[in-house]
């Protein structure tokens, strides 16, 4: 069974950082794209940044310049390094890995989410 587990999160101040790491683990034979997701209360979820296995990234507007998706291919991991944190950041962020090879195929897998909330 593939999964995937989220670490890095928690309470930071205004303008401060954090650097979240999500591991997939299982019988996992390539991962096309992985990346983070988030939603805040009320709000639906969005992509923040995503990584494809060629290292192509894309970033939500919101978080451009402040925050940088990687990922290292031969551990399965992905990572988020967050700076200047914003109280707008706040919210449960998700670990996406996307076209992910099993032997049972293709497969879509969700971390189970990570809370990150910038506070003062």
């Known amino acids: 069974q593939v999964q995937l587990v989220e670490s890095g999160g928690g309470l930071v101040q205004p303008g401060g950082s954090l650097r979240l790491s999500c591991a997939a683990s299982?019988?996992?034979?390539?991962?096309?794209?992985m990346g983070w997701y988030r939603q805040a209360p009320g709000k639906q979820r969005e992509l923040v940044a995503r990584i494809t296995s060629g290292g192509s990234t894309n970033y939500a507007d919101s978080v451009k310049g402040r925050f940088t998706v990687s990922r290292n291919n031969a551990k399965n991991t992905v990572y988020l390094q967050m700076n200047s944190l914003k109280p707008g950041d706040t919210a449960v962020y998700y670990c996406n890995a996307d076209d992910l090879a099993t032997p049972d195929g293709y497969l879509e897998v969700w971390g189970q989410g990570t809370l990150v909330t910038v506070s003062s």
């Open positions: 299982g019988s996992i034979f390539s991962i096309n794209a």
